[in-house]
C-alpha cells in the first residue's frame, strides 16, 4: 500500500526559530516521487519542490531545505529562520509510478505550522 | 500567465440537489485533477483527465463525475449530493505529459450541503 504519513499534526514555534517538518512515506516502487506543497489560508495548496526516488541530493532554496533518506523512507522540510508568512499547513505527497497518470497524489495529513512574532 | 481557476468560491446545497463545479487550467495544461479535501479525510484523489480522457479514478462512488472539454477546462458533477459531501474541491493541472510535473492548484470550490 501507499501511504504518506506526517506526524506531526500542528507545530508553534517564535519567529527565527528553525522548524523541521517530518514526513514518512510507505511504497513498494523502486520509482517514485515525492513532494512538498504549502496551503495558506486561502486555500490554494503551492508547489515547493520535487524529488525523483533516483535522486538523494538535499536541496536547499532559501531559508528551505529537505532531506530526502531512501533509507528511512523520509523526505523532511526544514524552514530556516522562520518568519510570520510561513503559517501554513504544509502537506508531504507521494506519487506512484505506475501507468501515465500524473494528477494521482497521496497526501499526508499535512502539518499546521504556527509562527508567532 | 494566469493560474488554474475555479468557480464558483463557494456553494449551498440542499442533500438531494446536484451541483457542478468549474476549472479552467493553466493555459498549454492538459491534465486536470480533482481532489476532494475534507478535515477528517485530508486531501483525497477523486480523478484525472488528460486529452478529454478519464485517465485515473480515485475511490469515489459513482455519484462522482467529470469531464474535461477540447480546450483543456474541466468540470465535476456530483449528484444527489449527501451531508458528507461538504468539502473543499480542488482542482490542480499540469502538463500532463511524461515524469511528474508540479500539480498547479486553484483556490477551491467550498460547497456545503444542508
Known amino acids: 500500500a501507499q501511504k504518506v504519513t506526517q506526524a506531526q499534526t500542528e507545530i508553534s514555534v517564535v519567529e527565527k526559530e528553525d522548524v523541521t517538518l517530518d514526513c514518512v512515506y510507505e511504497?513498494?516502487?523502486?520509482?517514485?516521487?515525492l513532494f512538498w506543497y504549502k496551503q495558506p489560508p486561502s486555500g490554494e495548496l503551492v508547489f515547493l519542490i520535487r524529488?525523483?526516488?533516483?535522486?538523494?541530493q538535499n536541496e536547499i532554496s532559501g531559508r528551505y531545505s529537505w532531506n530526502f533518506q531512501k533509507s528511512t523512507s523520509s523526505f523532511n522540510f526544514t524552514i530556516t529562520a522562520s518568519q510570520v508568512v510561513d503559517s501554513a499547513v504544509y502537506f508531504c505527497?507521494?506519487?506512484?509510478?505506475?501507468?501515465?497518470?500524473?494528477?494521482?497524489?497521496?497526501f499526508g495529513k499535512g502539518t499546521k505550522l504556527s509562527v508567532k512574532p | 500567465k494566469a493560474g488554474v481557476t475555479q468557480t464558483p468560491r463557494y456553494l449551498i446545497k440542499t442533500r438531494g440537489q446536484q451541483v457542478t463545479l468549474s476549472c479552467s487550467p493553466i493555459s498549454g495544461h492538459r491534465s486536470v485533477s480533482w481532489y476532494q479535501q475534507t478535515p477528517g479525510q485530508g486531501l483525497q484523489f477523486l480523478f484525472e483527465y488528460f486529452s478529454e480522457t478519464q485517465r485515473n479514478k480515485g475511490n469515489f462512488p459513482g455519484r462522482f463525475s467529470g469531464r474535461q472539454f477540447s480546450n483543456s477546462r474541466s468540470e465535476m458533477n456530483v449528484s444527489t449530493l449527501e451531508l458528507g459531501d461538504s468539502a473543499l474541491y480542488l482542482c490542480?493541472?499540469?502538463?500532463?505529459?511524461?515524469?511528474?510535473?508540479?500539480?498547479?492548484f486553484g483556490n477551491g470550490t467550498r460547497l456545503t450541503v444542508t
Open positions: 490542480a493541472s499540469s502538463l500532463g505529459g511524461q515524469g511528474r510535473t508540479p500539480l498547479h
Open positions: 511504497t513498494r516502487d523502486t520509482t517514485y516521487y
Open positions: 524529488r525523483n526516488s533516483f535522486d538523494e
Open positions: 505527497a507521494l506519487s506512484p509510478s505506475y501507468g501515465g497518470s500524473q494528477g494521482n497524489l497521496i
